[in-house]
């Protein structure tokens, strides 16, 4: 029993101390790459970024659209419909925007890569290029990488302004709430720091999401039952490290 | 070479699209103007305390928006506040001896401008001035004019 514990502990500790080495190479080897090779990332951008934008685009736009559904009907009994549009722009900017595009982000683009580059790894494709002297960590690890934290915190960008047409739509054009007072309240109470705030989780989130993704990816057992679960690990771990970090800039930020 | 091109073009305006969201949310100024494009003539009001009034607010008669507040300034000269609003020009037959308040919608509401009807046979136009106004009610001074009345009143028991 305490055996058992140990090892889970130590190999916890083993594998988490795995993945910030594997996270350090990256990084070292990710300037090289995106000013040297800069085609390969513009490609990465385009798979886990621009194909990616529908997803994060209808989710924003029907997400923003319940919140100003939601704000209008819980506020109308505080007579406070006019803060319908401050609430939408608070929940957007600072929370739901990044996160919810970030667990999106992760079921889009993370299970893509973790099975493209688990699927290269069980066709001995990775081998191959180690056999002919080529590293494969900068020329496909890293790119893929790059790529995802270039597109993660635009896409949580493009997902909060959508939202917010959306809680303008439903609270303006719908509930009949002024247009002034929608625009005019959010503009008086939010601040550069909650713009900040919300970038900032966008960026980190895009980080741990692709790191976790390329990670699991390379890591897969290579047969397709591994690269299997190197994606379905690939969502879980992300969802809860995104959720537990947000919690965690919160509290920071607060 | 033509799929490289279509990829870059693709990644180009997805990059565009992420930078203009950013923006668009960092400035927060669109804001539909509904009186944009339509005619409006503008009328100014002097008060003594404009609470928390701000640019664009609503200019509400009998609780509809006729129009929006232009500017806020204060003027040193005369030591009050200056609101510049503009009325739609539909409404032209307002009385130029209406009176103008500062209000609140419900507590947490923002701040509006009411205009209450006077009987003049002379309407407002661009550029007149209105004479009545009540300014802002501040719930502060409300409140330590009651507590302040309340205890001098014990006093005097």
Redesign the interface.
């Known amino acids: 029993m305490l055996r058992d514990i140990y090892f889970t502990v130590v190999g916890f500790l083993r594998t988490f101390g795995a993945l910030q080495l594997f996270f350090l190479r990256l990084l070292v080897n990710s300037p090289h790459i995106f000013f040297g090779r800069f085609?390969l990332v513009?490609?990465q951008?385009?798979n886990s970024?621009?194909l990616s934008?529908v997803i994060i685009m209808v989710s924003g736009f029907f997400v923003g659209g319940v919140l100003g559904l939601q704000g209008y009907s819980n506020l109308a009994r505080?007579?406070?419909e006019?803060?319908v549009g401050t609430f939408a722009?608070f929940s957007l900017?600072k929370e739901l925007g990044p996160v919810i595009s970030a667990l999106l982000f992760a079921g889009r683009a993370g299970t893509a890569l973790a099975s493209e580059i688990g699927l290269m790894k069980a066709t001995d494709q990775l081998s191959a290029m180690e056999m002919m002297a080529v590293d494969p960590l900068p020329r496909v690890l890293v790119p893929r990488f790059l790529g995802g934290v270039?597109?993660m915190?635009?896409?949580a960008?493009?997902f909060?302004?959508?939202g917010?047409l959306g809680a303008?739509l439903v609270g303006?054009n719908l509930l009949g709430v002024?247009?002034?007072?929608?625009?005019?309240?959010?503009?008086?109470t939010?601040d550069?720091s909650d713009?900040y705030e919300?970038?900032i989780k966008s960026v980190v989130f895009g980080v741990v999401v692709s790191l976790l993704a390329v990670w699991e990816g390379y890591n897969a057992i290579p047969t397709a039952e591994g690269v299997g679960r190197a994606t379905t690990r690939t969502v879980v771990i992300s969802a809860i490290a995104v959720l537990i970090l947000d919690f965690m800039i919160t509290a920071m930020a607060i | 070479m033509q799929q490289t091109r279509s990829v870059e073009l693709g990644t180009g305006l997805f990059v565009l699209l992420g930078l203009a969201a950013l923006f668009f949310l960092t400035m927060q100024t669109t804001g539909s103007n509904t009186l944009a494009g339509e005619d409006t003539y503008s009328v100014t009001a002097r008060f003594s305390n404009v609470g928390s009034l701000k640019v664009r607010a609503p200019v509400a008669m009998s609780g509809v928006t006729i129009g929006r507040v232009q500017s806020v300034e204060f003027d040193p000269v005369s030591l009050e506040a200056v609101v510049v609003f503009e009325i739609d020009s539909r409404y032209d037959q307002i009385p130029d001896d209406s009176d103008a308040s500062i209000l609140t919608a419900g507590i947490l509401g923002s701040q509006y401008l009411g205009l209450q009807a006077g009987g003049s046979e002379f309407s407002l136009e661009d550029g007149s001035e209105i004479q009545f106004t009540q300014s802002a009610i501040i719930i502060e001074q409300l409140i330590s004019k009651y507590l302040f009345s309340s205890s001098s009143e014990k006093e005097h028991e």
Do not use: C, E, K
Request: no cysteine; aromatic share 6%; glycine share 6%.
């Open positions: 085609r513009v490609q951008v385009q970024g621009t934008l505080f007579n406070a006019d803060s722009a900017l270039i597109s915190p635009l896409l960008a493009v909060s302004a959508i917010l303008h303006v002024d247009a002034g007072a929608f625009w005019q309240q959010m503009q008086s939010l550069m713009v919300g970038i």
